[in-house]
């Protein structure tokens, strides 16, 4: 199970696996035999709970969010599985999701990049329906149109469309769609998921659920969502003192003082700059 989130994370190939680690081959196989055991799909289900339940939530979500998003494919998929995207100017694969309120994956649909939202969200929202017992479902404006009324009376489910403030200007976080795009984003993170690598949509269906699961148990494990750690910035007072004492230093034997540089967040005196110019060859 290492092995697999290993590859998941760092997105190299299975026959690069570090020698820690079993031989690719033995665990390509387990790989493949769970996926067809529909043990990803069990671990998901059991995990997503227990993170509800660690929130004070019910442990079945009665609402869920659906979006898709449009990634490149390589060269390894092939062109019966992928498609353009004419909107996004992308030529590759589109996977739709449905999350919980809180962000947890419930289920992922891999197609074609030149599926439409529409048409893409039934075969999604049908397996949502055999997931969970999911009866109302947030959707951006791209799932609009006759779905609202197939979702209504096929699924018996209520598909809620969420749209943008009218005169909204540059970025603004929309109400209860937030929670799928940041899901996104923590998939994404996953090199593996960075683009579409897999021949088989189900593979890469499979590599996505490993990356909701690595995630969920990091969640877990913590208590509370993943938190961008804060950017560090120089000290003022730090930066004050060597930039006060490089003009103040007194010169020694009538040279002139030679300034402080900080190279690589190292103070060096009398440090000469370094040419970028390239030597002549």
């Not at 020698?19 to 069990?42: C, I, S």
């Not at 593996?192 to 490993?210: N, Q």
Request: with cysteine; hydrophobic share 35%; aromatic share 10%.
């Amino acid at each position: 199970m290492d092995a697999v989130l290993y590859v998941v994370r760092t997105g190299c190939a299975w026959r690069y696996l570090p020698g820690d680690f079993p031989p690719w081959q033995t665990v390509y196989w387990y790989f493949k035999q769970w996926e067809e055991a529909k043990v990803t799909e069990a671990m998901l289900t059991t995990l997503r709970e227990r993170a509800r339940i660690q929130q004070g939530r019910n442990p079945q979500p009665s609402a869920g969010i659906i979006d898709s998003q449009s990634v490149k494919g390589a060269d390894t998929v092939g062109r019966s599985s992928r498609g353009y995207d004419a909107g996004k100017k992308i030529n590759g694969r589109k996977r739709f999701i449905v999350t919980d309120t809180l962000g947890l994956l419930i289920n992922v649909v891999v197609l074609a990049a030149s599926v439409q939202d529409r048409d893409g969200a039934k075969t999604t929202l049908l397996s949502m329906y055999l997931a969970a017992p999911i009866r109302f479902v947030f959707a951006d404006s791209g799932f609009t149109g006759k779905l609202v009324d197939w979702t209504t009376s096929t699924l018996r489910t209520t598909l809620h469309i969420v749209r943008k403030p009218e005169g909204q200007q540059g970025f603004a976080v929309i109400p209860r769609r937030w929670c799928v795009e940041r899901t996104l984003a923590w998939l994404t993170a996953h090199r593996r998921l960075a683009r579409d690598y897999e021949r088989d949509p189900a593979t890469s269906e499979a590599m996505i659920r490993w990356a909701a699961i690595n995630t969920m148990t990091s969640r877990i494990a913590r208590g509370q969502p993943a938190t961008r750690q804060q950017r560090w910035r120089w000290p003022d007072d730090k930066w004050t003192h060597f930039s006060t004492h490089s003009q103040t230093q007194a010169p020694g034997h009538g040279s002139q003082a030679s300034p402080l540089v900080v190279v690589a967040g190292h103070v060096r005196q009398g440090a000469a700059p370094v040419s970028r110019r390239r030597r002549s060859t």
